[in-house]
Each structure stands twice: as C-alpha cells, then as structure tokens.
C-alpha cells in the first residue's frame, strides 16, 4: 500500500530545458510534502517543500506544485544543469499528526549534454 | 561534526550473524530516525526517536531488528541472525524535534550485504 507514488522511475532532460517529476499521494491526512534529492553514495538532501496551505512554493531554478484536489504535486527544475542528475524522492507527511515522513521509490533524472 | 555521521559505511557479513549499525546525528537535533532503501525501492521508515519518548518501532520489519539511542545522541541499529534480505543501504536522519516542517539531515547510509 504506497501512500506516496512516483510512477516514472527514470527521465531523461536536455541540459537547458524544464524537468518535470510527479508525485501522486493517496492519504488526504497529508498536509506537508518534501522533496529530497540523492546522488549515488550519499543520503539524500532535501530540495525543497511546501504547506497543503499553498499551492506554490519556488526556490531559485526549483518549483514545487501542490494540486491537492488530484492528490498529486510536480517538482519542475529550469532550467536543467548537468549536477540535477540524480535520484530525487518525494515525501509526504501528516505534520503533527503523525511525523513519519513516508517517501516515494523515487525518479532518477538524467540531464543530458 | 556538521553533519550527520554513519558507521561503518560499508558491512559484509555472512547470514546469521549479529550486526551494529552506528548513527551520530547533528548536535542538538532531538529527533533521530533509520530508514532503509533496498534495490529499486524507496525509503523504508524503521524506527525513530524523539527525546525521551518512547521510541517508535512500527517499521521495524521483524524482531531481529533492534534500535538503541544512548543520551540522546548516538545511535546503534542492531539485526540479529542476518537474512540476505536484509541486504539494503541504512539510513539514518534527524532533525530539530518532530513534526512535519522539520526537514531531516541524512548521513551517507551503511551499504549492508549478506552472503
């Protein structure tokens, strides 16, 4: 029972042009969501987040949406750079409701030359 | 140290055996939590730590699978009688106390294979 999907497992993005990664949830309790990202043998960092108060939240080249009706929010990066390659999970989590943080299987993102 | 700290970062052992796992989280975060990550999959929760709560152990997925945090610092994760299926990256987090707008600081995970 995956509370937190992320349906593509890879994407491939020409250096310069917007990534787009999706992120669909099931539990309505969720009223926080994260984004982390990781690069091969290191823990995963976190990119940035949002409140289910909002419906955006931008941070430099880095956009969340939230769209909460469809349970699902999308982490778009413009433009692309060769360092955005790596596995990037979604999280989700109840705030102080429950703290369990519960991620996604993640999508790994190649940025192509 | 800055950030958060695990040890060893790499573990081979036969099945069966005993293994510790060691976590030192960022000074002053309360809260402490592992996960693990096997093959294809996503971040598995197994147990966190706030303070002097009791801690939750709702992911630990057997009761070979034990945790410890000693003065509310340092932690040590221990499996006993390994499983190949235990096989995965630990990972450990923590953060300023619970809740959901405290982000979480990884380590680097300890890459655990069993033969």
């Known amino acids: 029972d995956q509370q937190v999907k992320q349906n593509s497992p890879s994407l491939s993005v020409q250096e310069g042009r917007i990534s787009i990664l999706n992120c669909d949830y099931t539990?309505?309790?969720?009223?926080?969501f994260l984004w982390y990202k990781k690069y091969p043998a290191e823990g995963p960092t976190f990119l940035i987040s949002?409140?289910?108060?909002?419906d955006k939240n931008e941070d430099g080249r880095f956009t969340v949406f939230l769209n909460k009706s469809a349970k699902h929010l999308s982490l778009h990066i413009v433009p692309s750079q060769p360092g955005d390659s790596a596995v990037y999970f979604c999280?989700?989590?109840?705030?102080?409701?429950?703290?369990?943080?519960?991620f996604g299987k993640g999508t790994r993102l190649h940025i192509l030359p | 140290g800055a950030g958060v700290s695990q040890s060893p970062s790499n573990k081979v052992t036969e099945k069966g055996k005993d293994v510790e796992l060691r976590c030192d989280p960022i000074?002053?975060?309360?809260?402490l939590y592992w996960y693990r990550q096997s093959l294809g999959q996503g971040l598995e929760f197994l147990i966190y730590?706030?303070?002097?709560?009791?801690?939750?152990k709702s992911g630990l997925p057997s009761d070979r699978f034990s945790a410890e945090r000693t003065g509310g610092s340092v932690s040590t994760l221990t499996i006993q009688r390994t499983q190949q299926e235990d096989s995965a990256v630990y990972l450990c987090?923590?953060?300023?106390?619970?809740?959901?707008?405290?982000?979480?600081?990884f380590g680097p995970g300890t890459r655990l294979t069993v033969l």
């Open positions: 539990n309505s309790m969720f009223d926080y």
């Open positions: 000074s002053g975060h309360t809260a």
């Open positions: 999280a989700a989590s109840a705030g102080n409701r429950d703290d369990k943080i519960i």
């Open positions: 949002i409140s289910s108060i909002k």
């Open positions: 730590f706030q303070g002097n709560s009791a801690p939750d």
């Open positions: 987090a923590s953060s300023l106390s619970r809740g959901g707008g405290n982000e979480q600081f």
